[in-house]
């Protein structure tokens, strides 16, 4: 009998060991299961004694979510396996029963029920449950939070306490995700997606604004809060980066240096920002009463016949054909 097995539910997946009188089979089996939803991870045992595991995970959006249940065990990823690794995401992690603590470049914390955690899968860190542990993920793009892979930043190894601020929406919404993830309707999964995308990133933003001295850090902070606010905004004509500079009480010179560190300008990124609404929501059945032009303005581009021309210099095609193109979906 196999030692594992997979079930469906829509966009969710749920991976499960079911064999619990071979102990080394079982074991083995969980470490596979692992590897399958995290990618290539080192898996031990922390305790004796038989062992049962379940992971259900989904794409939601632009996130991912997994939720895990599971008898004492650490997971590790090293130098050796980060190089194997075909994607390094950010994860945020909700404890809703157990312990974790979490290792990751010189820093350890302990997240326990009812806390926040997260690490950066781009560097090698080590998890270790000794307990029990049934928790929630969030497996993001560093692009959601405005960070590189690779680079320092204070999300590595961090803790919160999950009830205070954004952090107890998010561990809310997590939980209650938890509960139903296998039941959830596929219509509403980019909704979810939406939802458990703003909240990481509000969370992520406390985070961030905790950079301290670090001038490296603090300039980071700052320019991923100018453009958390500046994507709440993105749908007003009156977001300009003089706008933007004098919301954030820096000069334009200096706003303008913020966004010359990624390469770009404040007002490109504006426009690029805009650009990849239009052509979300050019993609989506469900904004197909709108016209071009309604989806636009919506995004705080007035002119039709410019937007049109901007969106094939970023796309390569018109609008109406990305529509015709997206919606007609495969053949």
Known sequence: MSATLVERYGPVRVLRTQDETNLHRGFHAWGHLVTDACGPLQVY????????????????????????????HAVERTEL???RAAATPLYLTCVLA??????????????????????????????????????VSVKFDHRLVDLRAGLDHPLRAATWCGNKGASVLLAGLLRSA?????????GIADQLGSSVASLVGAVCSEKLGEAGQDPVL????????IKTFARTRLG?????????????????????????????????????ERLRRCRDDLSDPRSVHLTVANIAERWGLDSASHFSKLFRERYGMTPREWRRQSLRGPE
């Open 45 to 72: 045992r922390t305790e004796p004694g038989t062992f049962q595991g379940a992971i259900v995970t989904g794409t939601f959006g632009t996130v991912q979510l997994a939720e895990v249940q599971a008898g004492p």
């Open 81 to 83: 396996l980060l190089s």
């Open 98 to 135: 157990g312990e974790v603590r979490v290792s990751q470049d010189g820093k350890t914390a302990v997240a326990r029920a009812g806390n926040l955690f997260s690490y950066d899968s781009s560097r090698p860190f080590t998890l270790w449950m000794r307990q029990p542990i049934h928790m």
């Open 178 to 186: 938890a509960s139903h993830m296998a039941e959830l309707d596929p």
């Open 218 to 225: 603090m300039r980071r902070a700052l320019l991923h809060r």
């Open 236 to 272: 007003s004509p009156d977001l300009t980066p003089r706008h933007l500079a004098k919301s954030h009480n820096i000069s334009l010179r200096y706003l303008q240096l913020l966004f010359q560190s990624e390469d770009t300008s404040p007002a490109l990124w504006i426009r690029n």
